[in-house]
């Protein structure tokens, strides 16, 4: 079991950033080609992929509408997304997400990652 706590949310205007971050609670499940990514759901539409990360090399992967506006990296059992020039749109609930055993072909697959965090609002104001 990997449990994720994370933090960082909050409100921000338009063309601004926001940093979230996502501490496992343990790293050592994880390094069986495990990885931790970050999915968001807007208001009224299902959860997408935003960015994600492996735990063993650093392989990242992005969605392309977050390509250039965000970087993710990890320290640690902690893993951090940085949002930038944040847009109206960009505002949702932010999953952190884990997984062991995941494909780099499968990294932007929501059902490819067995444990989530709670959510973390990011509200961006236009």
């Known amino acids: 079991q990997v449990q994720l706590e994370e933090s960082g949310g909050g409100l921000v205007q338009a063309g601004g950033s926001l940093s979230l971050s996502c501490t496992a609670s343990s790293g050592h499940n994880l390094r069986n080609s495990g990885a931790m990514g970050w999915f968001r759901q807007p208001p009224g539409k299902e959860r997408e992929f935003v960015a994600a990360i492996r735990w063993n090399g650093g392989t990242t992967r992005y969605a392309d509408s977050m390509k250039g506006r965000s970087t993710i990296s990890r320290v640690g059992n902690t893993v951090s997304l940085l949002l930038n020039s944040l847009k109206h749109e960009d505002t949702a609930v932010y999953y952190c997400?884990?997984?062991?055993?995941?494909?780099?072909?499968?990294?932007?697959?929501?059902?490819?990652?067995?444990?989530w965090g709670q959510g973390t609002q990011v509200t961006v104001s236009s």
């Open positions: 997400s884990a997984g062991t055993g995941i494909r780099l072909s499968s990294l932007t697959s929501r059902s490819a990652y067995a444990y």
